[in-house]
C-alpha cells in the first residue's frame, strides 16, 4: 500500500490519454513526472520551470505556437494540469523523435537539451550503457538514474494496468 502513495498513478484520467496521445508509455511518463515535481502542480524551479512537468515558459510558448492549443495560453495555464501534462508528453515525444526513437537520449533531452543529448547519442553508438557514461553532467546522470529506478518500480506495481 505504502509504495502506491510513494508511487502513485496520480493525474491518471489525464496522463495516460496524453502518454497515448504522444506515443509515450504511461509508465515513463509517470517517472518523468515523478522525477520533475513528484506530482505537485503548483511546484516552480531556481531555472523558471514550472509546473508537473516543469516546463519553462519559453519553451512553453513554443509547444504553445506548435499545438495551437490553449488558444487564450497564458503562463499560469501550465499550473493547470492537463496543459502541462499535454507540454510536457509533447516536448518528450518531440526530443524523441529526433534522437532516432531513443528514449534514453530523449530523457536526457529533456533535462540537458536536445543538442547535448544529440552529440552524446552519436559518441555512444546507440550503446545504453556508454551514452550513460558519456553524458558530461552530474546532474543529467542522476537525472536518468532516478527515472531508470522509478520505472522499474512502477513497472512492478502497476505492469498489469497498463
Not at 496520480?10 to 504511461?26: C, K, Q, S, T, W
Not at 513528484?38 to 519553462?56: D, K, M, R, T
Not at 515558459?57 to 492537463?82: C, F, G, H, M, N
Request: aromatic share 16%.
Amino acid at each position: 500500500m505504502f509504495t502506491h502513495i510513494r508511487y502513485g498513478a496520480y493525474f491518471r484520467e489525464l496522463l495516460v490519454p496524453i502518454a497515448n496521445e504522444y506515443g509515450i508509455h504511461p509508465l515513463t511518463l509517470y517517472s518523468l513526472i515523478r522525477q520533475e515535481s513528484l506530482f505537485n502542480p503548483y511546484i516552480g524551479s531556481s531555472a523558471g520551470a514550472i509546473g508537473l512537468a516543469q516546463i519553462i515558459p519559453s519553451t512553453a510558448q513554443d509547444i504553445k505556437s506548435r499545438l495551437e492549443w490553449p488558444s487564450d495560453y497564458e503562463v499560469t495555464d501550465l499550473y493547470r494540469a492537463e496543459v502541462n501534462l499535454s507540454y510536457g508528453a509533447f516536448y518528450l515525444s518531440t526530443n524523441f523523435s529526433a534522437l532516432s526513437g531513443n528514449i534514453q537520449a530523449a530523457l536526457a533531452a529533456y533535462n540537458a537539451g536536445q543538442g547535448n543529448a544529440a552529440i552524446w547519442l552519436k559518441l555512444s553508438k546507440g550503446d545504453p550503457d556508454l551514452f550513460f557514461e558519456i553524458v558530461r553532467f552530474l546532474e543529467t546522470q542522476t537525472y536518468l538514474m532516478h527515472i531508470a529506478e522509478f520505472l522499474n518500480i512502477y513497472e512492478l506495481v502497476y505492469s498489469r494496468d497498463y
